[in-house]
């Protein structure tokens, strides 16, 4: 029972980040008798589509969500299609031959000789402040990401329109 409830909490603190950091509290509290009211709110906030209290159930589903991102639908063969894509993107034969085309490529980022901007007064705070920092930067990254797809999306039904030249006159 510990173990699953620590891999609860290690999945939104690693993985799933819903909660902010400060309401996370009621799951990292294991061994309290009102744990499981937590994870059924928990549940609840993700949607989960699972009724039961089942931690196999429950497990299954917040790993498929946490790890390839892709929630369960009510009909299993939309949400099999959609595990199905994911998988061959990643594990495809030419993935495996060449690993190289999807794994993320670039230099690290030498994040202890950034510049935070201000001063805690603590090394260890900076560092920590500077991880922050960056981590907000990735999200925000993700997030463009999702607004430019959505823009295409609209873009898609919206571009090209079709006109009736009966309609409207061009000149005087």
Not at 6 to 28: A, C, F, G, S, T
Not at 100 to 122: H, Y
């Amino acid at each position: 029972e510990n173990q699953f409830r620590n891999l609860v909490i290690w999945l939104e603190d690693q993985k799933i980040r819903h909660y902010k950091i400060e309401d996370r509290q009621p799951l990292r509290d294991i061994k309290s008798a009102d744990w499981p009211k937590a994870f059924k709110r928990y549940r609840n906030d993700l949607a989960c589509p699972v009724q039961g209290d089942k931690d196999s159930e429950n497990l299954e589903w917040l790993l498929s969500f946490a790890l390839l991102n892709v929630t369960a639908h009510p009909d299993h063969l939309i949400t099999l299609k959609a595990v199905s894509k994911v998988v061959q993107r990643r594990i495809s034969a030419e993935a495996l031959e060449n690993p190289d085309s999807v794994i993320v490529k670039g230099q690290p980022f030498p994040f202890q000789e950034a510049d935070l901007g201000f001063d805690t007064g603590d090394y260890v705070l900076n560092q920590a402040a500077k991880i922050l920092r960056l981590l907000y930067i990735h999200d925000l990254r993700d997030l463009q990401t999702k607004i430019n797809e959505c823009i295409v999306a609209v873009q898609s039904v919206t571009a090209n329109p079709k006109t009736d030249t009966k309609l409207g006159k061009v000149g005087y």
